[in-house]
DNA sequence: GCAAAAGTGTTGTGTCTACACCCATGT
DNA sequence: ACATGGGTGTAGACACAACACTTTTGC
């Protein structure tokens, strides 16, 4: 589960009461019960750490099942992705913490490796679908939206062409509205909008993609009218 | 299992000889042995059909868990995602057979929607990586390598632009040879291969990319030099 | 010479980055 | 007025699609 709070790109991880790894840090989670889906128990199992309406987005990551990952006792995991909004603040109990990505403790099992994939896909998709709807605030100003995804992404953005790339794809939709500016000045920022609060692809990276005015399987077509003579256009 | 045949893209499937589903085709697979990572478990029962070498690339989709996919019992299952050059012919026992993903048969759970799925899965990466070199033969013409690309992609694909992309992004390379022209004549076409047999992804796609100067991580660093009076450059 | 197949040259288009400049507010 | 932060205008880089044209072969 990431969140970006405090400028950076933080996880929700659980102290573990109980050998293996009793003490350290791990995912939340836990046991499949019968009769449930992966996503049904993920959500089961958040929900004793975070309220569930908070959790904005979840996606499935990879199934992990090398047999030495658990000790003792064989174990499959699936690892999820849940993203929760910038502005959400959950209360979380006292065993689990928001831990920077950046500087993770040691973590039990292969989590390490799990949170790291988890922000690997975050980022590509950030770059490629609506996702930032599930880090984001429901509204908020250019300058807000930019340090959540400078943080998700681990770099600078710079606001100007962040601001042209999601209205030209249709991402973002400005409310009417204005922030009032901060106590140091400044001119008010407008407020906008994800104009989708679920997954779209809005770049479809196809290079290769279909010809301009060809239908999706044209290998069955025919080569209509072999052009014996003319031109026409 | 996906593989270009006869300028179709096809999957290999297994006619199930017990119940549930007795009869109906399915995709080939099986359970878990202890001790077997999946991808391991995953190549053990593709090779009961087919030669592994001929296994030019594999790798995990996605784990279906909904209770009512699978009759009486309930069984979770991690689908793969294996491709097949298209010169490789493997000798296949009598109870599977290879389907054009276009035309499939009706499938038993819920594989119908694992193969669109895995049809996917590649058609992106098609756009965005090498994979091509999982699909084509190891030395190929550029029309060879389009017809291929056509099948996959479910489109026309120009051969004109098909060779540039992918020698602009180093994907291809050119071995010195030619092929020898076929019996009706034209023009004998030069051979090429991929220059990496394993997955590199060759177009980031990435939009919002760090700005050009910058490492990885400038979110501590500091704004050196505010800039009182002159201007660099 | 002519058809068939392969390959090159060239133009136009869309999407993005970078950067200069203008606008609105607080003190 | 001027500092602070927000927003627009514009130019250049790049990757790609489309298509005209040239090259090399068989017959």
Redesign the pocket.
Known sequence: MLQVRDGLLQVLLWRRAHDPFAGSWALPGGYLEPGETLEQSIRRHLAQKVDVRELAHLEQLETRSEPDRTPHEWQLATAYLGLVPSDADPRIPDDTAWHPVDALPPLAFDHESIVLAGRERLRAKLSYTNVGYALAPREF???QLRDIYAAALGHDV????L???LL??GVLESTGQ?R???????????LFRFRKQTLEVT?QFA???P??GAGPSSLLRSRAFPAKGG?H?
Chains 1, 2 share one sequence.
């Open positions: 100003t250019i300058s710079s606001a100007t062409n601001q042209r790339v030209r794809r204005l009032a500016s901060g106590p140091s000045g400044g001119r008010p920022g407008a770049d290079v290769l993609r010809p301009s031109r256009r």
